[in-house]
């Protein structure tokens, strides 16, 4: 007989026929091989992934949190003025708040935290965007990214393509990195 508000991630306790049994929730964990480079270019390009993942993953949690936040009270708000008011407000202390950040990232760090952000909220950003700011407004964002060689739409694939930043990700997650 579990708890029905058991929190996860933590260890409680019950009795059964009058004994005390500790209970406890383990997080998974992920055993990776040694990484093995080629040369000592690939070993400094992984390490600098690392370095800039470390950068922007508690930012693309920023934006996944930040959006479940706002769509739950967005959704509470009676009438699309409300709501619209709400939206424009958010962005600005948003803005003004991680403007400065944003503004110190690398080309590189810049299209981590796009797939990031694609990873947390499992849509792309472009997708994002126009939901929330219209079609218009997220096709003149997609064309900046187009000069800057990049795209809004890029998925996220963590079985092939985004294989290693996965990777440093679970790491980072379980303190190994």
């Known amino acids: 007989m579990e708890p029905s508000n058991k929190p996860h991630h933590t260890t409680y306790a019950i009795v059964d026929k009058g004994d005390t049994i500790p209970m406890g929730y383990l997080t998974s964990a992920f055993v ?6 080629k040369n000592q270019r690939d070993e400094k390009y992984y390490w600098k992934l690392v370095r800039d993942v470390k950068i922007v993953y508690p930012l693309s949690k920023v934006v ?15 009438d699309q003025k409300l709501r619209d ?8 202390d948003l803005v003004k708040e991680y403007e400065p950040t944003l ?24 997708d994002l965007i ?7 407004s997220a096709t003149l964002w997609q064309g900046v990214a187009k000069i ?3 795209d809004l ?3 996220y694939d963590p079985e092939d393509e985004d294989y290693v930043l996965e990777r440093i990700i679970i790491q980072i997650d379980q303190g190994q990195l």
């Open 32 to 37: 990776f091989p040694k990484e093995i480079f």
């Open 64 to 78: 996944y949190y930040t959006l479940l936040e706002t769509m739950d009270y967005v959704q509470t708000l009676p």
């Open 85 to 92: 008011k709400h939206l424009r407000q958010m962005e600005k």
């Open 103 to 126: 503004r110190k990232m690398s080309y590189s760090q810049g299209k981590i935290l796009l797939k990031l952000i694609n990873r947390e909220c499992k849509t792309s950003p472009f």
């Open 130 to 136: 126009r939901a929330y700011r219209g079609n218009f």
């Open 148 to 150: 800057f060689r990049t």
């Open 153 to 155: 739409k890029m998925g």
